[in-house]
């Protein structure tokens, strides 16, 4: 079965880390265009981090510039998005994308 199997998320306190991970049952060698994005309660699902090309290019939404890290292992079949300096704002579920086909998303609480 072709899919996207994400982990990592959790509750951390405000200025923590935390390393999400979205695993593909299937090769993403080749596979040009991955990202994450994530969906607050209320609100539209907004892009976070987007890898262009197989070797990993990345640009950032700017509310998260310098603090999140996104990567892809293409030999572990693997997408990553590292957070640090966690903010109460970053709360939503995280979704992993790679080509069209979307993680089932993990839930991310910033909160003291």
């Known amino acids: 079965q072709v899919q996207l199997v994400e982990s990592g998320g959790g509750l951390v306190q405000p200025g923590g880390s935390l390393r999400l991970s979205c695993a593909a049952s299937f090769s993403i060698f080749g596979v040009n265009a991955g990202g994450w994005y994530r969906q607050a309660p209320g609100k539209q699902r907004e892009w976070v981090a987007l890898?262009?090309?197989?070797?990993?290019?990345?640009i950032y939404a700017n509310s998260v510039k310098g603090r999140f890290t996104a990567s892809r292992d293409n030999a572990k079949n693997t997408v990553y998005l590292q957070m640090n300096s966690l903010k109460p704002e970053d709360t939503a579920v995280y979704y992993c994308?790679?080509?069209?086909?979307w993680g089932q998303g993990t839930q991310v609480t910033v909160s003291s």
């Open positions: 994308k790679v080509g069209n086909l």
């Open positions: 890898i262009i090309g197989s070797g990993g290019s990345t």
